[in-house]
């Protein structure tokens, strides 16, 4: 993952758009693209798009809307859990991200493009002796407690975490109730990136929040 940083890495979908950001007439799905913009010109590292529930239709839809908005900008794309979706914008997508309950690994592999990266959850301490060699990266967490995710683990807390970046020698992206007030903390632990949901979302200003994000991470 040398190529390119993940410091900042805001992970979203339109159920992560709270009411009082969206504009006269405008959808969730084109609030998520409007503020994807706002961050990508301000530096933002890697966007990944979750949209649990939705058909492969609007999912590809709401892709290639953030496709263009990320073009001739610095920002990864990433992908969560949808290898259709991955393939079908495969010259688009940087990152495919897997999680434990997801499509195995080595089987996502072998099914989208080889210079797509692939990043993998990590729920707890022991499911490091399992991450493949290819994998470039683990997002690790949730750290702290989190309301983001309805599904999420129980938080590991820092001395795991600790532990987790020891053992591996691969970035790791810490998740999960990650506050700006936080960073500092976790990267003199060697944490390589922070993936923000809503800390970034639920604030008065997502975009003062994110340029805090951006100044506090890199």
């Known amino acids: 993952m040398s190529s390119f940083n993940l410091n900042t890495y805001v992970i979203g979908g339109p159920e992560n758009i709270q009411e009082r950001h969206l504009l ?6 084109e609030a998520l693209v409007r503020f994807v913009d706002i961050f990508s010109s301000l530096g933002l590292d ?3 798009l979750r949209f649990k529930n939705s058909s492969d ?9 953030i496709v263009q908005v990320l073009k001739n ?25 897997i999680g434990q309950n997801d499509m195995k690994p080595e089987l996502a592999k072998n099914q989208i493009s080889s210079k797509v990266k692939i990043g993998l959850s990590i729920t707890d301490i022991d499911q490091i002796q399992n991450i493949p060699n290819f ?10 407690p989190t309301n983001s995710k309805t599904d999420a683990s129980n938080a590991m807390g820092e001395l795991i975490l600790k532990e987790i970046i020891k053992k591996v020698d691969i970035p790791v992206v810490a998740i999960g109730g990650i506050k700006l007030k936080n960073i500092n903390k976790l990267k003199c632990m060697g944490v390589s ?12 200003d ?13």
């Open 57 to 65: 239709d609007d999912f590809l839809k709401l892709a290639n809307e």
């Open 73 to 97: 900008t610095n920002c990864k794309l990433c992908i969560n859990d949808n290898v259709q979706i991955v393939n079908k914008l495969s010259n688009d997508v940087d990152i495919l991200h």
């Open 193 to 204: 990136g922070f993936a923000m949901i809503s800390e970034i979302f639920s604030s008065i």
């Open 135 to 144: 994998i470039n990266y683990i997002g690790v967490g949730p750290v702290f």
């Open 24 to 29: 006269p007439s405008e959808t969730k799905s």
């Open 46 to 48: 890697v966007f990944q």
């Open 206 to 218: 997502p975009k003062k929040k994110f340029e805090e994000f951006k100044t506090i991470a890199k």
